[in-house]
T-cell receptor, first 113, second 115 residues
């Protein structure tokens, strides 16, 4: 158990809908990362937060947004969903967000039908 | 720019034989380097990390990796493969002291272990 909690574990929704994925980091970690993993794209970095502020942005679509709250949990919002958004979404956390390892949650498997 | 290249997309070994998964990195400074493992339908688990201390790093489950600056390599090895080692392995670089730059993942190497 990495100490990073992601909910829900599975999500099935229709095209055009909006969903929210939630992540609770390890106790004491200030930085949260979001990654998307699909068969064709592999592991893609989406966005990173540190202590509530956006730190780095990767290949995140405009239809996607995220935030980190004062209690350090994070949410990833995916809207106007398309079939191609079906993937595993991972959250990871680290102590400082730089030069250190990250610990990954078990992921949320999103299926868009 | 920082990058990491895993030289083999797929490696097949027999149980009890050595494992070698190759990784080269590109970094202007001494980076932190990691290996993660992902079993099917599971999250990523940290196997080991290099953070500028000893160049030979020991990890979990008998894996180790050697940091070779002259070759810009960080290959993962295990003396004797076990069936449970079959998984996807990712080499990862964390750029040195660069806030706001996320972990950079290689494309992964699938390890198959046959009996």
């Amino acid at each position: 158990d990495s100490g990073v909690t992601q909910t829900p574990k599975h999500l099935i929704t229709a095209t055009g809908q909006r969903v929210t994925l939630r992540c609770s980091p390890r106790s004491g970690d200030l930085s949260v990362y979001w990654y998307q993993q699909s068969l064709d794209q592999g592991l893609q970095f989406l966005i990173q937060y540190y202590n509530g502020e956006e730190r780095a942005k990767g290949n995140i679509l405009e239809r996607f947004s995220a935030q980190q709250f004062p209690d350090l949990h994070s949410e990833l919002n995916l809207s106007s969903l398309e079939l191609g958004d079906s993937a595993l979404y991972f959250c990871a956390s680290s102590l400082t967000g730089k030069n250190t390892e990250a610990f990954f949650g078990q992921g949320t498997r999103l299926t868009v039908v | 720019a920082q990058s990491v290249t895993q030289l083999d997309s797929h490696v097949s070994v027999s149980e009890g034989t050595p494992v070698l998964l190759r990784c080269n990195y590109s970094s202007s400074y001494s980076p932190s380097l990691f290996w993660y493992v992902q079993h099917p339908n599971k999250g990523l688990q940290l196997l080991l990390k290099y953070t500028s201390a000893a160049t030979l790093v020991k990890g979990i489950n008998g894996f180790e990796a050697e940091f070779k600056k002259s070759e810009t390599s960080f290959h993962l090895t295990k003396p004797s493969a076990h069936m449970s080692d079959a998984a996807e392995y990712f080499c990862v670089v964390s750029p040195f002291n660069q806030a706001g730059t996320a972990l950079i993942f290689g494309k992964g190497t699938t390890l198959s272990v046959s009996s």
